[in-house]
């Protein structure tokens, strides 16, 4: 179990080296240490009366600190169980949960929490730890017994911690493993910059962002990518706790690569401090051959230690017997100890035992980024504890009822928050009232709304891509002295000129912790780009890996909520490669983060550049990925007013984040003032740039760079069809979402509901009820072939289906069927 063994568990000379260990201070963290074990064994030699006070306290502290644990795994063991075995099961699912995986980080969760963190801390759990974290937050009364109760069912506690739908204090969803690890690394660069900034209140302290990582996570790449990018950008206040129990969902984690693990972060520049052996071992370790079981237990493979864990006491008597038997010292221990005892001896794993974690967290100072890896047991105090098909394993009912009782539950009491502690309610209440982490209740910070002007300024070129217009619409903002220009900040992954973002840092300058001259300037070599590094800069330049890219978007997109101050995020990639961050992005919008995506170039438009840099789906994930609003603008008029109004929309309440996907191909700009009618469609996601008359039978409909094909084709058609219309779409998205609103609406109770038709519906209602569509996108024609379902209308879809090659423009048009030929050939075939 999780409580301490009792002394008289413990026999002769290890009786006495244990109760020696209780008179002094445990060891210190030297300052300035790379990297250190934390043997509690080890001590000052200061008799305890020179500090008994101090040490009293400490002995209070860890005494409730030990009944709360024992608190945290009961709560978070039967919460799964209830959710498995008691809960009526209508659908014959398992539910599931992680009993093992939450007992391994039973103890250090509960230090944490209970005694370690500070209220300006933040923290991302273990996805598979979310019932501790949820016991914990019952216990501090931020989490009802009620959800606990429905705990993965519909509106109770998440199966993986939720900012959006937990209502304890969620400070980073978790959930796709490895990202919510990243999350805290980019979230330290953020609260960096603002406070270098002072951007926010100016009163807020500096706090650290603690991941607690699952060993197996450690094999998504994703951390590894933002391990490098942490080190290019000297993060600083990170803590990241791995939770190192040896085994991952399908078995046990490989020896070998681990070994390596504390190097790879020590390479990086991070401090690495180990919990391996608690007290008991350590303490044995003392004895006359202790070494020998060390070293023993430290050769001993993984696969090994995990099957004896849940062997037990027998099984470990047998291989130490075995191996260690020509050491006089050894039969000693193991005659010192009955089964039960050798169990718990072996089984003392630091990152189990309170006191070594305590010393471990409380022995760190300074800011330096540090990785402490947990010796643990998964599955520690549970019936299955080592097995290595324990991760989705669950209790059986009569294992649980002798846990209870172990526990010393009652029947009825199982939500009690104090059955079966020795401490006394009012004590624990106390306690868990003044734990720092709780002393200023929920954390979860506000600010204010940027105001953003009534329009953006718009570039007036006669032609132009809508690539550049970003650039100069942006380019004009950063020469503005406004509390817009001052909130937005840009990133990209290495990419920066090459999406129109030169200017914009040669106004604002690259971000970094401590100035530094662009070498090329110092030394008079002419370069368009000036690369100052400077606290006050305004861009964080990534590298080539688009999952750090989203992942620094969603830090900084949720910076009003972690840190006090409202950041306006704006970044920038290649369109293609939204893809191979597509994991980040969905993590980044299931969070509810804010920020501005513009994707650029886009499609087989990028036409010299070949097949791997044309995109096709794109279009599909601006309209299937939630929390992200997406348009495509043909004209940076229509452009200036969709960044205005994405810069709103990321405010809102009920907003979210936007994708601008953009194109290089310069189109000549339409001659005309938009009215705020205008304005409004082109938001709401469309408009006629040609109308079509009453019940007319054809209508173009166009998106984005093929605008222009669409134009002429509209034209030729029109000799022809008197009244064809041409239909220019900015955001088959919100259309879509628009529609579908509607739709849910009309089949509401009549008299309740509002019945006016979705802008799309008022888009297509000038035409006959038997018009043919013909769509047309750099795209997957899937984006708009959806519009027939509007009214019941034909449509006949162009767009990209198949991998893009090299050519140009001409060339791929016509190959792939969106030049104005085949737009034309479409209506004589629709109209056949």
Not at 649 to 662: A, F, I
Not at 720 to 734: N, Q
Not at 781 to 800: C, K, N, T, Y
Request: with cysteine; proline share 6%.
């Amino acid at each position: 179990m999780v409580e301490d063994a009792p002394v008289d568990g413990i026999k002769g000379d290890h009786c006495l080296n244990f109760l020696l260990l209780a008179q002094f201070y445990p060891i210190q963290t030297p300052k300035g240490s790379k990297r250190k074990d934390f043997p509690p064994s080890q001590a000052y030699a200061v008799p305890m009366t020179t500090i008994a006070p101090v040490q009293e306290l400490k002995a209070q502290r860890l005494r409730l600190l030990r009944e709360l644990e024992r608190k945290v795994l009961w709560l978070s063991a039967w919460t799964i169980h209830n959710a498995n075995h008691l809960r009526p099961n209508r659908d014959g699912l398992k539910v599931g949960g992680h009993q093992a995986s939450c007992a391994s980080l039973a103890t250090v969760m509960t230090a944490l929490y209970f005694s370690v963190l500070k209220p300006e801390d933040r923290v991302a759990v273990k996805p598979h730890a979310s019932p501790v974290f949820h016991a914990i937050q019952y216990l501090f009364g931020h989490q009802t017994q009620e959800k606990l109760e429905h705990f993965r069912g519909l509106g109770g506690a998440q199966s993986y911690p939720s900012r959006t739908k937990d209502v304890d204090d969620v400070d980073f969803s978790t959930g796709s493993v490895g990202l919510g690890v990243a999350m805290t690394l980019f979230s330290s660069l953020v609260q960096d910059y603002v406070r270098l900034k002072e951007l926010g209140d100016g009163k807020r302290p500096t706090g650290r962002m603690v991941a607690l990582v699952g060993d197996a996570e450690l094999d998504e790449g994703n951390i590894f990518e933002a391990l490098l990018e942490g080190w290019k950008h000297d993060v600083r206040n990170l803590w990241w706790v791995i939770d190192y129990n040896r085994q991952s969902l399908d078995g046990v984690v490989n020896d070998r690569l681990f070994g390596r693990i504390g190097e790879m972060f020590e390479l990086v520049g991070w401090r690495v401090v180990t919990l391996k052996y608690g007290m008991l071992l350590e303490a044995a370790f003392t004895q006359p051959d202790g070494e020998h079981l060390r070293q023993w237990i430290d050769d001993c493979p993984n696969s090994l230690y995990s099957a004896l864990v849940f062997k037990g006491g027998a099984g470990w008597r047998e291989a130490l017997t075995r191996d260690l038997n020509q050491y006089p010292g050894i039969r000693r221990i193991l005659d010192q100890h009955d089964d039960e005892a050798l169990h718990r001896l072996m089984t003392n794993l630091a990152g189990n035992d309170m006191q070594a974690v305590l010393d471990a967290f409380e022995g760190v100072e300074g800011d330096q980024p540090t990785c402490f890896i947990a010796y643990t047991i998964k599955g520690q105090g549970l019936p299955f504890a080592g097995h290595k098909d324990n991760h989705s394993g669950l209790m059986t009912l009569d294992q649980m009822a002798g846990f209870k009782k172990g526990m010393a539950i009652a029947d009825g009491l199982e939500w009690d928050k104090f059955a079966g502690l020795k401490a006394t309610p009012a004590e624990l209440q106390q306690f868990l009232a003044e734990a720092p982490f709780n002393a200023e209740g929920r954390r979860r910070t506000e600010a204010p709304v940027v105001a953003i002007p009534a329009a953006l300024p718009k570039p007036n070129d006669k032609e132009s891509s809508t690539q550049a217009g970003f650039g100069k619409i942006l380019n004009a903002i950063a020469a503005e002295d406004s509390e817009l220009s001052k909130r937005i900040v840009t990133t990209s992954p290495d990419v920066t000129v090459s999406t129109n973002l030169g200017a914009w840092v040669n106004r604002r300058g690259l971000w970094a912790h401590t100035e530094a001259e662009d070498v090329f300037r110092e030394l008079k070599v002419v370069s368009a780009q000036l690369w100052r590094k400077t606290p006050r800069g305004q861009h964080i330049e990534l590298g080539i890996a688009e999952n750090n890219l989203f992942i620094q978007l969603a830090a900084m997109g949720l910076s009003h909520q972690l840190f006090g101050a409202r950041l306006l995020p704006i970044g920038t990639l290649y369109d293609p490669f939204i893809a191979r961050g597509l994991d980040a992005l969905n993590y980044a919008c299931y969070q509810d983060a804010r920020f501005m995506i513009v994707a650029t170039p886009s499609g087989v438009t990028l036409s010299p550049e070949g097949g791997a840099h044309q995109s096709i789906h794109t279009p599909l994930i601006g309209i299937g990925q939630p929390g992200l609003l997406s348009y495509e603008p043909a004209y940076v008029d229509e452009l200036a007013v969709l960044m205005r109004h994405g810069l709103q929309y990321m405010q809102l309440d009920k907003g979210g984040s936007v994708y601008l996907r953009l194109s290089t191909r310069s189109l000549p700009q339409p001659q005309r003032t938009l009215t705020p009618g205008q304005e409004s469609d082109i938001v709401a996601g469309g408009y006629w740039y040609a109308p079509p008359e009453p019940g007319s039978d054809v209508a173009i409909v166009a998106m984005g760079a093929v605008t222009p094909e669409a134009i002429a084709a509209h034209e030729n058609v029109a000799r022809d069809f008197v009244g064809a219309g041409l239909l220019v779409l900015t955001s088959p998205d919100r259309l879509h979402a628009d529609w579908l609103s509607a739709q849910r609406n009309r089949g509401r109770t009549a008299g309740l509901v509002d019945r006016s038709a979705a802008p799309v519906e008022r888009l297509l209602a000038p035409l006959s009820r038997d018009a043919r569509l013909v769509t047309v996108l750099d795209g997957h024609p899937l984006a708009l072939s959806w519009l027939g379902s509007v009214r019941g209308q034909r449509v006949v879809p162009l767009g990209i289906e198949a991998f893009g090659q090299s050519g140009d423009i001409p060339d791929l048009y016509r190959a792939y069927k969106l030049d104005a030929a085949a737009i034309v050939d479409a209506v004589a075939r629709s109209i056949a």
